[in-house]
């Protein structure tokens, strides 16, 4: 069985993250794509995220109408900072040794994976996809090299349609004031709306 995974703070979930995740699972005909919420991002230690309780609700709320998509916890339930090289090997264990593994991120992601946890593991566990914007130069999968040996063999590049819309935006609208409407779900506009997340 072959089954994506897409990690993220999902602070909130976005129509990006949607598509991109669809796209992937149809071109690559995946079982199912498990969205992944961080637990504690080492990443962003910097800044404070919305509790977890909060974004899992908006990604069930945002996932509830397509069938192959699904949430698994087990990075909020893991104590300590999210590391996605610990994600992975939860997941295989949890799903089996027969499950192959799509580890799906975006380019501003890859470029920095040399600086993740353990960044050459990570990429001989699971495959790797990069999803890159159509019509747009293709990543050097050799700048990879050094920090993941044989990167080119370990990463596949995927064109996704993607749309100018981030999470940090989304949060800066809410507290600003422009509506959000066509960035993310009703579902999740609403239930921002209702709990008053992101007013500061």
């Not at 959000?180 to 009703?186: C, K, T």
């Amino acid at each position: 069985m072959k089954v994506g995974v897409l990690g993220g703070t999902f602070d909130p979930v976005h129509l990006g993250h949607l598509i991109i995740a669809e796209e992937v699972r149809c071109k690559l005909e995946l079982a199912e794509v498990l969205f992944v919420p961080t637990g504690q991002p080492w990443l962003k230690s910097h800044r404070s995220i919305a509790p977890a309780a909060d974004r899992l609700e908006m990604l069930r709320r945002a996932l509830e109408s397509n069938p192959y998509f699904r949430i698994s916890t087990v990075d909020i339930d893991r104590p300590g900072p999210t590391y996605s090289v610990d994600t992975i090997a939860d997941l295989q264990k949890e799903l089996g040794a027969e499950t192959k593994l799509y580890f799906i991120m975006g380019l501003d992601a890859l470029a920095e994976l040399p600086t993740w946890r353990e960044p050459a593991r990570l990429a001989e566990m699971c495959q790797i996809v990069g999803a890159t914007r159509p019509g747009r130069p293709n990543f050097d999968l050799s700048s990879l090299e050094q920090a993941i040996p044989q990167a080119s063999g370990r990463i596949m590049l995927l064109d996704v349609p993607q749309i100018g819309i981030s999470s940090t935006d989304i949060r800066e609208r809410v507290a600003q004031g422009p509506p959000i409407r066509y960035q993310v779900p009703e579902s999740v506009e609403e239930y921002i709306r209702e709990h008053q997340l992101y007013l500061r």
